[in-house]
């Protein structure tokens, strides 16, 4: 699939200034700041996600540009490399916390080449909502990619399956998670992925009202409070993920 350059827009003194609105009537696109120190994969991803449908409001290659850009453009969502220039150690991180913290409308979907566990729960040490950490390989999965991107730019969640797997393994003795069964434990897991309840019950054969019934039981084991009920699919998962 060839790769697509997005340019970027700037003012003549070179400040981002943010893009018009929409004005042909349409429903606005979900909007779209890719940040990547490398060009080839930095426009790569923009040119997927436009021909899936979003709009791509700017590219970053350092974590000041894109902490700039966010400000400027007031994205859904960036997409954000871990490690970034100049020490390439953890600035990507470091501006998807600040991002979360100051611009709290932008979700942040963040790329890692290798399971970080450190950096994915400081990621979401507070909330999973909007946020997501998937490794560069399922980039290359555009089906999935695709949906992982819309689903955090509308407030979801979206895990890799091996930080996933790694956080399980290390779960403590007197882990809360423990008062659930081996079949909530397996819906609770794909929930931490980001999966609706019919993609759940197509993954692991059970009826959509099926594994309402386990979630319903992870909320009641967990003790999770009614009045959060529009929130307790991801309180559920940090409990997950602190345990």
């Keep these: 699939m060839p790769f697509v350059p997005v340019a970027t827009v700037a003012d003549p003194a070179g400040v981002p200034v943010a893009p018009p609105p929409h004005m042909d009537g349409a429903a606005p696109r979900t909007r779209v700041d890719p940040a990547h120190d490398s ?16 709009k791509i409001v700017g590219q970053s290659g350092t974590a000041e540009d894109l902490l700039l850009k966010v400000r400027s453009y007031k994205p859904d969502i960036a997409i954000v490399d871990i490690r970034m220039p100049p020490t390439q150690t953890d600035e990507g991180l470091r501006a998807a916390k600040e991002i979360r913290e100051k611009h709290p409308d932008t979700a942040v979907l963040v790329l890692s080449q290798y399971v970080e566990e450190g950096y994915a729960l400081g990621l979401l040490q507070d909330s999973a909502e909007g946020v997501g950490y998937l490794l560069k390989d399922r980039v290359y999965d555009l089906a999935d990619f695709v949906a992982a991107v819309k689903r955090v730019a509308e407030g979801g969640s979206a895990l890799d399956p091996s930080v996933v797997s790694q956080l399980v393994g290390r779960r403590r003795r007197d882990d809360p998670i423990g008062a659930l069964s081996a079949r909530e434990r397996e819906v609770l897991e794909l929930m931490a992925e980001g999966l609706s309840n019919s993609a759940i019950a197509a993954r692991v054969f059970l009826t959509d009202r099926g594994v309402e019934k386990h979630v319903t039981s992870i909320f009641q084991k967990l003790q999770l409070p009614v009045a959060a009920d529009t929130h307790r699919r991801v309180l559920a998962v940090v409990a997950f993920l602190k345990s």
């Design 39 to 54: 060009v080839l994969l930095r426009e790569g991803i923009a040119g997927l996600l436009e021909k899936a449908g979003f």
